[in-house]
């Protein structure tokens, strides 16, 4: 099987007088399907890590194939494609956009990738919602949903474009305990049913206790990969 991330030597640092290293030497391969944890303390180099894996930053050296593309000679244009059309985002807060719909939301990664017609776009998002259990949620806009239907559309824009990987960063962080578990079996859902490959970041080690595999990061290192339970969270 073809890994969907293989990474080799990254580096990634930021140029000052005295430079920032934040990401260094990591090297690792992730499997379509596999549900991952990035876990470790508060500035070991978690985040930076997953934007490197979701070309958002660049690395200062090393090299980063995603689903069979190697990224290193891409231009921003070739970038932004394989982003569009391979990986979903997930953040700690939703960010969604206030002044659009929860269905306008979902469109926007589908309408920057052009693949759908209007009335397309409109299914897809009706069937995202439906799946994540928000229904009748179509017209509304963010500020009338709570927390926890917040980062459920947040997941159904990161599958707008039915992408193979999701990167979430601390995507139950800003949640109750219910809400936080809600949240965790969608995405364990989407890894085991429909594989999706799911790196995210996550300081609750219980819940990184129950992926398939938990990458410990400390000073910007790989120190452990190690597999897990990944039992169900009930």
Do not use: C, W
Request: glycine share 8%; no cysteine; net charge neutral.
């Amino acid at each position: 099987m073809t890994a969907l991330i293989e990474a080799r030597n990254l580096v990634r640092t930021l140029p000052a007088t005295v430079p920032v290293t934040l990401v260094r030497d990591v090297s690792l391969s992730v499997e379509p399907g596999e549900f991952v944890a990035l876990t470790g303390p508060s500035g070991s180099g978690k985040s930076s890590l997953l934007y490197l894996l979701g070309l958002l930053d660049r690395p200062t050296s090393g090299s980063l194939s995603i689903a069979g593309h190697e990224t290193g000679d891409l231009d921003e244009r070739d970038r932004s494609r394989l982003r569009l059309s391979t990986i979903g985002f997930v953040f700690q807060f939703h960010f969604l956009l206030p002044e659009f719909t929860v269905r306008e939301n979902i469109e926007i990664p589908m309408r920057r990738l052009g693949r759908l017609s209007r009335p397309a776009m409109r299914r897809r998002a009706g069937e995202l919602l439906e799946s994540l259990g928000l229904a009748g949620q179509f017209d509304k806009r963010p500020d009338q949903l709570s927390g926890g239907q917040r980062q459920r559309v947040a997941v159904a824009r990161a599958l707008a474009n039915d992408p193979p990987l999701i990167l979430a960063d601390e995507p139950t962080g800003s949640l109750d305990s219910k809400n936080s578990l809600q949240v965790f079996d969608i995405l364990r859902g989407l890894s085991r049913d429909e594989g999706k490959t799911i790196v995210a970041v996550t300081h609750d080690l219980d819940l990184a206790a129950r992926m398939d595999r938990k990458l410990d990061l400390v000073d910007g290192r790989l120190v452990a990969d190690t597999a897990t339970a990944g039992v169900a969270v009930t």
